[in-house]
């Protein structure tokens, strides 16, 4: 079944360390997206990506880093210059065919706690 | 900058309709959309309407768009409880289609039995 995968699920981290969460998809999507999902507000945009080797900031993109080396993966960095980077994060992808209408697939997300 | 706002809360009893409301404030929004969340989960794309439609029906949803009040709702008939769930509306236009879809807060729904 096609869809997309994020690890971990949850993801407990000590500050001032950098890590990495996964997302892979095999809908032969091209473009790729990460949000942020904080309790009472709505997503927000941190990265996207339309091809590969190319990549946008989104409205909130500071202590955070992205790569995307190959079409299905779009990995992302918190690095420690992310000053509250408690929270859960979606991964998304959306087919070229789709770009005008907006319509995004989703990842089951990776909760980061921040100890 | 552009916004979507929703209330955070909505009760109902099994069996009942619901409503979620939604407004937003991009005169130029092409689609809006209405995602569903399950706990622990990601976000599913429910249904969507375009901005030059004033309703779209799929079996148990009914969007309804009023343009000039810039207002969206999601009614779902006959709710179960598998319809608890957290209700995201969203809003993009053409000039940057998905790349910036703009989402409320959501709405959490919870279906009393």
């Known amino acids: 079944d096609g869809g997309i995968t994020q690890s971990p699920k949850y993801l407990f981290r000590k500050e001032g360390q950098n890590v990495t969460l996964s997302c892979e998809q095999n809908?032969?999507?091209?473009?790729m997206y990460w949000y942020r999902q904080d309790p009472g507000q709505g997503l927000r945009l941190i990265y996207y990506s339309q091809i590969v080797n190319d990549f946008q900031k989104g409205d909130i993109a500071e202590g955070y880093s992205v790569s995307r080396e190959k079409k299905e993966s779009f990995p992302l960095t918190v690095t420690s210059a992310q000053k509250n980077p408690t929270a859960f994060y979606l991964c998304?992808?959306?087919?070229?065919?789709?770009?005008?209408?907006?319509?995004?697939?989703f990842g089951e997300g990776s909760r980061l706690t921040v100890l | 900058g552009e916004d979507v706002e929703q209330s955070l809360f909505l009760s109902v009893r099994e069996g009942d309709s619901s409503v979620i409301n939604c407004t937003y404030t991009d005169s130029s929004s092409t689609y809006l959309y209405w995602y569903k969340q399950e706990p622990g989960a990601g976000l599913q794309l429910l249904t969507y309407i375009f901005s030059n439609m004033d309703m779209k029906q799929d079996q148990r949803l009914t969007v309804l768009l009023n343009k000039k009040d810039k207002h969206l709702s999601l009614r779902i008939a006959d709710t179960q409880t598998g319809d608890s769930a957290i209700y995201f509306c969203?809003?993009?236009?053409?000039?940057?289609?998905?790349?910036?879809?703009?989402f409320g807060a959501g709405t959490r729904l919870f279906v009393k039995a």
């Open positions: 969203a809003e993009s236009n053409r000039a940057t289609g998905g790349f910036k879809t703009i």
């Open positions: 809908l032969n999507h091209d473009a």
């Open positions: 998304a992808s959306s087919a070229r065919r789709t770009w005008n209408t907006g319509e995004l697939f």
